[in-house]
């Protein structure tokens, strides 16, 4: 149950380097190729880079090709979180300014486990990379180890 509480810490601040890491690029490109190209630049930099970190940092696995093409199946399962959390938070009579970040909040341990699915195919327990999953792809090749 440690690892798990530790692994969700982790992921939260994944998440806030994730928003960091689109709003930055968003802002860069948004100059050169307008809001909704900055925007899905954005999101794609940020989705490669909260994989990454995810793999290392939150869930401690070799990021591998397989991982990554499945990685955003976990996002779906989070944008859908927290729209019906926004949906039914400002339903229920909560500031429309502040419902996403409640919503944000509440949809964290989902989140969490999908991205915990995808990428080590464990709901709960250690994390175990699986030997199967990645024999047919392999690492990503990152340098280092």
Request: aromatic share 8%.
């Amino acid at each position: 149950m440690r690892e798990l509480l530790g692994g969700l810490v982790r992921y939260g601040l994944v998440g806030l380097a994730n928003a960091a890491t689109y709003y930055g690029t968003y802002l860069l490109a948004h100059p050169h190729a307008g809001y909704l190209v900055a925007h899905v630049v954005g999101l794609g930099t940020a989705m490669v880079v909260s994989f990454l970190l995810n793999c290392r940092f939150t869930f401690r696995v070799r990021p591998t090709w397989t991982r990554f093409l499945l990685y955003p199946a976990s996002q779906v399962v989070n944008i859908l979180a927290t729209t019906v959390g926004v949906v039914g938070l400002v339903h229920l009579g909560v500031d429309e300014r502040l419902a996403p970040l409640v919503a944000a909040a509440l949809a964290l341990p989902v989140s969490f486990l999908a991205a915990r699915l995808v990428i080590t195919r464990a709901l709960v327990g250690p994390a175990a990379p699986v030997v199967s999953w990645d024999a047919p792809t392999g690492p990503i090749p990152l340098g280092g180890r």
